[in-house]
């Protein structure tokens, strides 16, 4: 086990991400900068299309960011903020093609370096499978 993974807990990531499948009807993408790494977390849907939907994030992510969020969606970033005990999260929703951010309070301002880090570690994965 290395020095990092010891310190995350992958059993509340999975909750977190299993509560937002529930809470959200469309596929879940959850990013937690963990120690320097990027943490992933996915609903089914959303583990298949990874990459392409960090793309969409990242290529709309002006718009993206300029949306106002609902108080739900506020509240369960706040709320997966704590159960992670990290603030720096990152909730994508992807909905019959339409994306939606939340981020929580310590990934604000560090969206598209949250999400250039995630495409690079699910590319990462497919390479070395």
Known sequence: ???E???FDRSALQAVVAAAAEE???DILLL???RGKVRLGA???GGLDARVIISQCLSLLSELEERT???TT???VRVASEDLKNDQVLLIVRE???VRIAAGAGAQGKVRDLLNDALQAVGGERRRR
């Open 74 to 76: 506020r509240a369960f």
């Open 24 to 26: 959200f009807d469309g």
């Open 1 to 3: 086990m290395d020095e």
């Open 43 to 45: 609903s089914e849907g």
């Open 96 to 98: 019959q093609g339409d």
């Open 5 to 7: 993974s010891k310190y």
């Open 32 to 34: 937690v900068r963990d």
């Open 69 to 71: 969020l609902d108080t």
